[in-house]
């Protein structure tokens, strides 16, 4: 069965691993990476419904609905977040035959985590929303959700539970907003009505009860420093569920997990900030960043590209001291385009926001440019050829962070050229959304600039040491200079 969420079509299915019939929602092409989504306490599939267009673009997502929650009937034993990471490892296992990159929100952050913790080997990196660490959840909560949830684990307290519910209308609306969402969330009435149905949907106050067990009985303080499992960790400021003293404990412990707070977000970060949510999420694992691509799949031929770009990088300037996993995501924001021989890449005299890395041939750079590419190599003479650009180089750098005119021809070489692309507003975009990555992307950027520009001081100087004071300048040194006074005018 198809269904609509945002647009993008998802497909319900049913699993049956083991003994244990699991309903999920699944998008994306089959036999891509997967992603696995994984809810929280007291909820469904629709908990992390707001991620799966994105996602869905570039991983074969399964949004599950855990035992006992939405539509999947509950276990025959007691829940506990070890029987839920055993029955998801082998949906992992079924489904893939390569790991998954999880995505958890609160409990399911909780189930995330224990699964890199017992199968590395089945993690490739997480995305955790709000998650629960140390299983003791807020003073409101504790307070007063909690006795309602103790409450239906009995037949008797269930009975009442619901009577209560039926006869003063809104009960679970006010503990369920102060306890869920900030003062000025985001989110829509749409989804809230959602979430706030999945909380109190019938025949689920066994499961709830056990599961408000299970997470104190989880207790992930002092087990996260051997964690090697990359993981981006987003938290709303004003989280009353989760409270904010368990992303302390990830501080101390896991100071390799990305850690960002979000203001203006409750427990629910990713319905209450969810353009915010999104871009995190877009530059953590390489994805399209813009929203018009948000629910258009890309290609097979594109991945493929980006999986060679991201090997190509780690021999470029640009990717100087970055992993795999930095260099794919920075990949992914690039742009590959294709040159045949004395094509313009950039004209001179024209505003520019792009940064060029050569992938294949080369770039040559022409001084005194005359807007026209034929004519460039024609009718020019050589030693208006500044420099070439080689793979591995990049040039375009100053026109990208100034956005000034550029200061040459840029025009492919005698064997075409194909380039990497970065755009100014990528580069901001990453710079502001992974800042793990925008910070060394841009040290190297400017290491790249720094090192041309010595370079040129150290020819200039060559030139001027070669040269007699008492004899006329030589050919040759007066090309030299020539040839670098675009750049060092371009660099003052």
């Known amino acids: 069965m198809d269904i609509l969420t945002d647009s993008t079509p998802f497909r319900k299915k049913t699993y049956t691993i083991g003994k244990q019939e699991l309903n999920v929602v699944e998008a994306g092409k089959p036999g891509r990476q997967l992603a696995l989504l994984i809810h929280g306490w007291s909820s469904s599939w629709y908990a992390v419904s707001p991620l799966l267009g994105l996602l869905s673009q570039r991983f074969h997502c399964i949004a599950v609905d855990l035992p006992g929650y939405g539509e999947s009937p509950p276990m025959a034993e007691r829940a506990t977040i070890s029987g839920y990471v055993e029955l998801l490892a082998e949906l992992v296992e079924t489904v893939s035959d390569a790991p998954a990159v999880l995505v958890?929100?609160?409990?399911?952050?909780?189930?995330?985590?224990?699964?890199?913790?017992?199968?590395?080997?089945?993690?490739?990196r997480m995305v955790l929303l709000s998650p629960t660490i140390s299983g003791r959840l807020s003073t409101f909560i504790n307070l007063f959700v909690s006795p309602i949830t103790i409450l239906e684990r009995f037949g008797l307290g269930s009975v009442l539970v619901s009577s209560v519910e039926r006869t003063i209308v809104g009960i679970t609306d006010r503990l369920v907003r102060p306890a869920s969402f900030a003062e000025r969330s985001g989110i829509t009435r749409q989804d809230y009505e959602r979430i706030r149905h999945d909380v109190r949907r019938p025949g689920q106050g066994r499961v709830r009860a056990e599961c408000y067990t299970a997470m104190r009985d989880s207790d992930l303080s002092g087990k996260l420093g051997n964690i090697e499992t990359p993981a981006l960790i987003l938290w709303g400021a004003e989280d009353n569920t989760v409270p904010l003293r368990d992303a302390g404990v990830v501080a101390d412990e896991w100071p390799q997990a990305?850690?960002?707070?979000?203001?203006?977000?409750?427990?629910?970060?990713?319905?209450?900030?969810?353009?915010?949510?999104?871009?995190?999420?877009?530059?953590?694992?390489?994805?399209?960043?813009?929203s018009h691509q948000l629910n258009s799949s890309i290609g097979d031929e594109e991945l493929e590209q980006t999986r060679e770009a991201a090997q190509f990088l780690a021999h470029s300037a640009l990717g100087n001291n970055l992993n795999l996993a930095q260099r794919t995501r920075l990949a992914a924001h690039c742009t590959q385009r294709k040159y045949v021989p004395g094509e313009m890449v950039a004209q001179a005299t024209e505003s520019g926001s792009d940064l060029f890395i050569v992938q294949l041939g080369t770039v040559e750079v022409w001084k005194d440019p005359t807007g026209n590419a034929a004519e460039a190599r024609e009718k020019r003479n050589i030693n208006d050829r500044i420099d070439t650009v080689r793979p591995g180089q990049i040039t375009g750098e100053f026109s990208l962070l100034d956005m000034g005119s550029r200061s040459a021809d840029l025009i492919a070489g005698d064997d075409g050229a194909t380039v990497l692309i970065l755009n100014r507003e990528r580069l901001l975009a990453l710079c502001e959304d992974d800042a793990a990555l925008g910070t060394p992307l841009l040290w190297n950027i400017a290491t790249a600039v720094s090192r041309r520009v010595r370079f040129i001081l150290w020819q200039l100087n060559r030139a001027e040491k070669k040269r007699d004071p008492s004899e006329t300048t030589d050919a040759n040194d007066v090309t030299i200079i020539s040839q670098l006074s675009p750049f060092i005018k371009k660099s003052s």
Do not use: C, N
């Open 104 to 124: 958890g929100h609160s409990m399911g952050g909780m189930i995330s985590i224990s699964m890199a913790r017992q199968y590395p080997i089945l993690v490739d």
């Open 258 to 290: 990305d850690l960002r707070i979000m203001p203006k977000a409750g427990h629910w970060p990713h319905f209450e900030m969810p353009e915010s949510t999104r871009r995190q999420v877009a530059a953590y694992l390489g994805l399209p960043l813009f």
